[in-house]
């Protein structure tokens, strides 16, 4: 199927229509302009509903048995815990997840955007694309909102070539091994850099992950709740139940009395 | 001395007591003596009469010191603005605590400004007496005056009541002393980690906001966060000696491996109740360790490339 009868848009907020023959780098930008009802450049801006505030421990990995992903599930607005049930792993396709930091509202969004678009180049060209290009296409539909209030910093999990990618809304890219993202990420960093090699079995992934998540909420009053683990192989995502960390908490303190602490 | 001439020491009527001759010297300095309140000089029954007085550095352009003044110090009061000499930046990772061998203090010693390492081996820890040490974080400056400062009110309390005082009379001390400036640019965030006769080990972390904060675990500074998390994972009262001092080496590690603002060496110093002693070590000898995220990236590699 020729590219010139397939026009590419990427509908999310004009549908200009790119006629005649256009590339497929083209046909991004004509399809992308935006129309100037947008309140980008308005003289009044829309106030803010309540306070926003970008707290989360989400982390993702790679090792011999795929890529492991972790959040925790605390939806914060400030001072408030507006959700302490929220999902912030949210699966693109069966073989890609995506973990979400910034405006949730504005990561549910565009993750369906990016699902949906996935699932219509894979329906025109029979094939699904990889984790990098999700990542490049994802990248390219933020970049006209880079400046704008929009807040998305994902990592794309996959396993398809290098598979673990960090997209953020100011425009980073970044392909790498060992990714955490969001307020609590400096206390899951640490933990990480001590645990985390290649040559881990899937539980020891698991449990260093969920070990990550759980002191970053400790420490961190913008995360908490409980933890979601999935993890991505080549038969795709599974995910794991969710596991309150009130549990672990408790586990601990035992350990430590029975330390004589 | 320079302390002296900081802190106004020439100008009180202690100093022409004891350096009558000194009387004549020109000053144009205000008189500055605090005295927390008291109008008149409160004389100590029991030290022949040393008057009972902190000399503490004087706030800029301000009258004789009131300790209730009516305005706070607004900077409206400057009539000159020194401007700096270079962005101030408060990049550092110290980190205390409690166990059952007593106290460990550890700290990086880079000294950033902006993105310049100023220095590449400063000492963040410095003993005040034989059984406290401070780390200090926030501003070096700041943080190597009030050490000194905290160093000599230590010393003369030990010289006029004949005892050594408590860690948490120290922290109260300068807590008080801090307080005038409160609201200015001072920022000094303050860890005194110590051994008391009386109660054992002690951590108190002091603040210039106003927080005097006891506990078992403080980490200080831009690299705290990384720190936190390595320490609260492992830490336990029945650590022996030498697995406190490689956890207290590791959390900095990691942290500096993180943090730009922290790296280079760090040092360890481990106060018990014979007093503190010092271990010092490059990090560089970290990244031969296994497990080390270095050997991880490599093999990560070597992973990618399968099919």
């Known amino acids: 199927m020729a590219l010139q009868d397939l026009p590419i848009q990427f509908g999310q907020i004009s549908t200009v229509q790119s006629c005649g023959a256009v590339s497929y780098q083209d046909s991004i930008l004509p399809s992308l302009s935006l129309p100037t009802s947008l309140p980008l450049a308005s003289s009044q801006s829309v106030p803010l509903p309540f306070p926003m505030s970008h707290g989360t421990t989400t982390l993702a990995f790679m090792f011999q048995g795929g890529v492991l992903a972790a959040a925790d599930t605390r939806s914060s607005c400030s001072g408030l815990v507006a959700c302490p049930a929220a999902q912030k792993i949210l699966p693109v396709h069966s073989h890609l997840v995506g973990t979400t930091s910034g405006t949730s509202a504005d990561c549910a969004l565009w993750k369906r955007i990016l699902a949906r678009e996935l699932r219509l180049y894979q329906l025109r060209h029979g094939r699904r694309l990889s984790t990098s290009g999700a990542a490049k296409l994802l990248s390219h539909m933020l970049h006209p909102f880079k400046g704008t209030e929009l807040c998305v910093a994902a990592t794309l999990c996959g396993f398809s070539g290098p598979s673990l990618y960090y997209v953020c809304s100011d425009g980073t890219r970044l392909q790498g091994t060992l990714f955490s993202v969001g307020s609590g990420s400096p206390y899951a960093y640490s933990i990480l850099d001590q645990g985390v090699q290649w040559g881990l079995t899937v539980d020891e992934a698991t449990s260093i992950a969920r070990e990550a998540v759980y002191r970053a909420t400790h420490r961190d009053a913008y995360s908490g709740n409980c933890v979601d683990i999935y993890h991505i192989s080549s038969k795709g995502w599974t995910r794991r139940s969710r596991e309150d960390l009130k549990e672990e908490y408790y586990r601990e303190k035992e350990r430590q009395e029975r330390d004589g602490m | 001395m320079a302390l002296e001439d900081i802190c106004g020491f020439k100008d009180t009527p202690v100093h022409r007591k004891w350096f009558p001759a000194s009387h004549f010297e020109d000053t144009d300095r205000s008189f500055h003596m605090t005295d927390f309140g008291l109008r008149r000089l409160k004389k100590s029954g029991r030290n022949s009469g040393i008057p009972l007085q902190f000399f503490i550095p004087t706030l800029p352009n301000s009258v004789p010191f009131n300790p209730r003044p009516s305005l706070p110090f607004s900077p409206s009061n400057h009539s000159v603005t020194v401007s700096r000499p270079f962005p101030l930046s408060h990049g550092t990772t110290t980190l205390g605590f409690i166990f059952q061998g007593g106290v460990i203090a550890a700290a990086d010693s880079r000294a950033s400004a902006g993105g310049l390492v100023a220095c590449p081996a400063v000492h963040k820890i410095t003993p005040i007496h034989s059984h406290l040490v401070v780390t200090s974080s926030g501003s070096g400056a700041d943080c190597m005056l009030w050490e000194r400062i ?41 860890t005194l980690c110590g051994w008391d006769k009386e109660v054992g080990p002690k951590l108190i972390y002091v603040c210039s906001d106003g927080a005097r904060l006891n506990g078992d675990i403080f980490s200080v500074g831009s690299g705290s966060p990384y720190a936190y998390g390595v320490l609260d994972r492992e830490l336990r009262w029945s650590l022996s000696k030498e697995e406190a001092i490689s956890l207290a080496r590791e959390a900095v590690f990691r942290a500096t491996h993180r943090d730009a603002y922290s790296g280079n060496k760090v040092d360890i110093f481990h106060i018990t109740a014979q007093g503190w002693i010092s271990n010092c070590c490059s990090l560089e000898i970290l990244f031969l360790l296994p497990g080390c995220l270095f050997r991880h990236e490599h093999r990560g590699r070597c992973g990618i490339l399968q099919p």
């Open chain 2, 150 to 190: 905290l160093a000599r009110e230590i010393r003369l309390y030990q010289l006029r009541h004949r005892r050594c005082l408590s860690i948490c009379g120290t922290a109260k001390l300068l807590s008080f002393m801090l307080h005038p400036f409160k609201g200015t640019d001072v920022c000094v965030a303050l």
